[in-house]
């Protein structure tokens, strides 16, 4: 458990609050990313329950990259959703590595 606060009421009025924060690392080499990789975020993140979750990664070029790839195949999102996700974060990069990763892994 780890103390928040959370905006209870008038202006500065802020009071602590009680959540739970679930920590798991995924490392992900960044010049080798497997399926194996991707099939871990997506263990992790169907062992999640309903709230707000914070997913990250140091640049947000990874997270972009599996999250896009976890909502098409479990949320319903369309390939053109998913790339508009990902090129917020990565348009103008050149990463041919992840690029052929996130093709083999739509199909």
């Known amino acids: ?20 924060t679930i920590a798991c690392h995924i490392p992900v080499e960044w010049e080798h990313p497997t399926e194996g990789d991707f099939e871990a975020f997506e263990t992790a993140v169907q062992q999640l329950t309903s709230g707000k979750t914070l997913i990250h990664c140091a640049a947000n070029f990874r997270v972009t ?12 999102w369309s390939q053109a959703r998913a790339d508009e996700f990902r090129a917020s974060i990565w348009e103008g990069s050149d990463y041919p590595v992840w690029e052929r990763f996130i093709e083999q892994m739509k199909d």
């Open 65 to 76: 990259a599996f999250y896009s790839l976890y909502a098409t195949k479990h949320l319903g």
């Open 1 to 20: 458990m780890k103390g928040v606060l959370r905006r209870t009421g008038g202006e500065g009025d802020w009071a602590p609050r009680r959540s739970t």
